[in-house]
């Protein structure tokens, strides 16, 4: 096989719809793995064009998983592409040729303000900001909206440091914020629908992703803090509350796969003697990775 073929006609456009990527979600995959592992080895790209590459990569890898490809093929597919990046010189012309075509996409990429990353039922939308001294919302999923109030969960970013946040507005606060994450320990991949039917776990929608209890790992939000005004939908007539989580938390969310979603548990007081009020929300992790290099490139 022509090693070089691997590379042939790269695009850097993340900003495709879902099912164009859907159409072609093995070629890009492929072709952008390969352009990544050896951009990577001859240090022919900078940070914010890596960053692009690789932020496609993870979306097509998202359209591919979704789709019905198994975990154990799409490894295979990047080990593949990744040994034949391998066996290309650093020197070679046409491979050249390929990464002087991902400086120029890089150029459009890196000049987007916004850029939504749907998935199965949700979308993460993306947002660069020059204003780095205030608190910005860099990747923020809506998990519920009524006329007068919304939760909304994702990245936040301040000074160029990334946080994950729940925002709640014109509502009571709860007294409790938990996360539930599959635990990898215990649940090695999502379960599939077969598996869920028969433990009598949903199958539909967002809740139809989440782990079961005896496979998540829970986490408390770190901190509890009125929202800066710079997060809320309207400035004038909204007040919220954030609660953040630590950056091990970010970093266990962001490992996530593309098929599953977490839980949100919320917990508010009755009174005394009273069982605890109790709402359960659904995040849907999708190519939240992929947004993330997307959105934080200028930070």
């Given amino acids: 096989m022509n090693k070089l073929a691997v590379f042939a006609g790269i695009v850097l456009a993340t900003a495709l719809p879902a099912p164009v990527l ?30 692009a590459v690789q932020s496609g990569q993870l979306q097509t890898r998202g359209v591919l998983l979704r789709s019905g490809t198994s975990s154990a093929e799409v490894a295979q597919m990047q080990a593949i592409a990744e040994t034949s990046a391998e066996e290309i010189d650093c020197t070679n012309a046409e491979a050249l040729t390929e990464i002087d075509l991902v400086r120029s996409s890089h150029a459009s ?11 199965t ?9 020059v204003a780095l001294l205030e608190r910005r919302w860099r990747v923020v999923q809506d998990l519920e909206i009524s006329e007068d109030s919304q939760i909304r969960f994702g990245a936040t970013s301040l ?15 709860p007294k409790s914020v938990l996360l539930r994450l599959r635990d990898p320990n215990k649940l090695e991949n999502p379960l599939p629908t077969l598996v869920r039917k028969i433990l009598k776990l949903p199958t539909e ?11 998540a790992e829970t986490f408390f939000a770190a901190h ?34 593309p098929r599953e979603a977490v839980v949100v548990d919320l917990y508010w ?15 849907e992790v999708g190519d939240f990775l992929a947004a993330r290099l997307f959105a934080e490139a200028k930070d």
């Fill in 224 to 257: 509890r803090v009125p929202a800066e005004a710079s997060l809320l939908s309207d400035t004038k007539n909204v007040r919220g509350v954030r609660f953040g989580f630590g950056a091990e938390v970010l970093k266990a969310f962001s490992q996530l796969d």
């Fill in 121 to 129: 039922h949700r979308s993460w939308t993306t947002r660069r900001d």
């Fill in 269 to 283: 007081s009755a009174g005394l003697g009273k069982p605890d009020l109790h709402k359960r929300l659904y995040v």
């Fill in 205 to 215: 929608g967002v809740a139809g992703l989440a782990p079961p209890n005896s496979g």
């Fill in 159 to 173: 000074d160029g440091r990334a946080s994950l946040d729940l925002l709640i507005e014109n509502q009571a606060p």
């Fill in 22 to 51: 859907a159409i072609d979600a093995h070629t890009g995959f492929s072709k952008r793995t390969a352009i990544f592992a050896f951009a990577s080895r001859c240090a022919l790209l900078g940070p914010s064009e890596l960053s």
């Fill in 109 to 119: 990429w890196q000049v987007l303000h916004a850029l939504d990353y749907p998935a």
